[in-house]
Antibody, heavy 118, light 109 residues
Framework: QVQLVESGGGVVQSGTSLRLSCETS????????MHWVRQAPGKGLQWVAF????????WYAGSVKGRLTISRDDSKKTVYLQMNSLRDEDTAVYYC???????????WGRGTLLTVSS | QSVLTQPPSLSATPGQKVTISCSGS????????VSWYQQFPGAAPKLLIYDNNKRPSGIPDRFSGSKSGTSATLDITGLQTGDEADYYC??????????FGGGTKLTVL
């Protein structure tokens, strides 16, 4: 079955950089677009970024554009989120998820918690 | 401030029917399919409804969705205590971003 395992979260200082990873299995990764979605403590879901199956197109939420970069490595079946100039408001659980075949987000990982402290 | 508007909370008793609304605009709901997600505390979201009204395998038919114009709704019939969770609607926006509703916390009394 589809498995998505995020890693790389932790406690970091504001202004620093970090890269989150999401290792996948159980589906044809090279044919699937991928999303990052985050959830601040006690808040709702916020979409962060999307990358197409071929890595040629990347879309970002306006609030993160220019600071966060999504990428993928098909040989490792892994999607990444490079996060620069981290801010307190980036504190959240970060989920990676698959782009579904029906204009949806269909499978989700368990998430990794990032805490940015000033 | 979420692009899609949902009621922050709803409550109902077991066996009742509850309707969760999701209001958007012509650039999102009015232009694309709506999906719904269920999230229990401490867990990842789970796809509940896709293509406005279709259920993934394993989702009970007590859950149903619909869309009209720039609004969508999720209906849950025969409410159970195990349905107590947060529910989110979502869709693509023409601004090339995915948008979620703010979420509805469903309490089953």
């Amino acid at each position: 079955q589809v498995q998505l395992v995020e890693s790389g979260g932790g406690v970091v200082q504001s202004g620093t950089s970090l890269r989150l990873s999401c290792e996948t299995s159980g589906f044809t990764f090279s044919s699937s677009g991928m999303h990052w979605v985050r959830q601040a403590p006690g808040k709702g879901l916020q979409w962060v970024a999307f990358i197409t199956f071929d890595g040629l197109t990347k879309w970002y939420a306006g609030s993160v554009k220019g600071r966060l970069t999504i990428s993928r490595d098909d040989s490792k079946k892994t999607v990444y989120l490079q996060m620069n100039s981290l801010r307190d408001e980036d504190t959240a659980v970060y989920y990676c998820a698959t782009d579904g075949p029906h204009r949806d987000i269909d499978s989700w990982g368990r998430g990794t918690l990032l805490t940015v402290s000033s | 401030q979420s692009v899609l508007t949902q009621p922050p909370s709803l409550s109902a008793t077991p066996g009742q029917k509850v309707t969760i609304s999701c209001s958007g605009s012509s650039s999102n709901i009015g232009n694309d399919y709506v999906s719904w997600y269920q999230q229990f505390p401490g867990a990842a979201p789970k796809l509940l409804i896709y293509d406005n009204n279709k259920r993934p395998s394993g989702i009970p038919d007590r859950f149903s969705g619909s869309k009209s114009g720039t609004s969508a709704t999720l209906d849950i019939t025969g409410l159970q205590t195990g349905d107590e969770a947060d529910y989110y609607c979502g869709t693509w926006d023409t601004s090339l971003s995915w948008v979620f509703g703010g979420g509805t916390k469903l309490t089953v009394l």
